[in-house]
């Protein structure tokens, strides 16, 4: 499996961006599929999840209201709306995806529950 992330930017505060992120290979239709960021010296931090097969969708306290996670109709494809965005907002973006064969599952907001990544997405936000 390979996801590849895209629509990162430069964009000014209260802005938005959507960004898409497709994936090749196969997906499980029971997959949890999620948005996370990491700002320059900063751990990798939980921003939205979903699930492939429709479900719950989770949110960071910091983005709820302000970003909508969401999947493309083949739902190989995950996208995150970001609307009123803030110079917080700024980090690489990455997604990702779950793969439940491996029985490996900490929660939606765990890195270390998503198996494939994409390269990421830069969004800078200015004030």
């Known amino acids: 499996v390979q996801l590849q992330a895209s629509g990162g930017g430069l964009v000014q505060a209260g802005g938005s961006l959507r960004l898409s992120c497709v994936a090749s290979?196969?997906?499980?239709?029971?997959?949890?599929l999620a948005w996370f960021r990491q700002a320059p010296g900063k751990e990798r931090e939980f921003v939205a999840s979903t699930w492939r097969g429709g479900g719950t969708k989770r949110y960071a306290d910091s983005v709820k209201g302000r970003f909508t996670i969401s999947t493309g109709g083949t739902k190989n494809t995950v996208y995150l709306q970001m609307n009123d965005l803030k110079p917080e907002d700024t980090a690489v973006y990455y997604c990702?995806?779950?793969?439940?064969?491996?029985?490996?599952?900490?929660?939606?907001?765990?890195?270390?529950?998503?198996?494939?990544w994409g390269q990421g997405t830069p969004v800078t936000v200015s004030s």
């Open positions: 990702a995806a779950e793969d439940p064969s491996k029985g490996i599952w900490s929660g939606p907001d765990v890195v270390g529950s998503y198996d494939h």
């Open positions: 290979g196969r997906i499980f239709s029971n997959a949890a």
